[in-house]
Nanobody
């Protein structure tokens, strides 16, 4: 099993930045891919960004491309999401996710492990 714990959420003004962290513990050697998803009130959970832990390949939702950056530190077993130029529509609970297979995945069912979520609120 892998446990994921997010941190770094909060309240920020539009145009500001936040960095989310996701610390993995347990059987971290089994992690193949990682991702960030978000869910706004009344909306479905949506893919934000993904990364292949071994090769570092990254991919993004069109809505965040150019503003968000996903990365990981294999030594610290931590995944990050740097969010710049934040907009009010980025307001959501952000979830860290990880899977065992090292392939790109935009669908939630590609990920086996999930964090508890961290709130990001962007004021206008």
């Amino acid at each position: 099993q892998v446990q994921l714990v997010e941190s770094g959420g909060g309240l920020v003004q539009a145009g500001g930045s936040l960095r989310l962290s996701c610390a993995a513990s347990g059987r971290t050697f089994s992690i193949g891919n990682g991702g960030w998803f978000r869910q706004a009130p009344g909306k479905e959970r949506e893919f934000v960004a993904g990364i292949i832990w071994s090769g570092g390949n990254v991919y993004y939702a069109d809505s965040v491309k150019g503003r968000f950056t996903i990365s990981r530190d294999n030594v610290k077993k931590t995944q990050y999401l740097q969010m710049n130029s934040l907009k009010p529509e980025d307001t959501a609970v952000y979830y860290c996710a990880a899977g065992n297979v090292a392939v790109a995945g935009r669908a939630a069912d590609r990920y086996r492990y999930w964090g508890q979520g961290t709130q990001v609120t962007v004021s206008s």
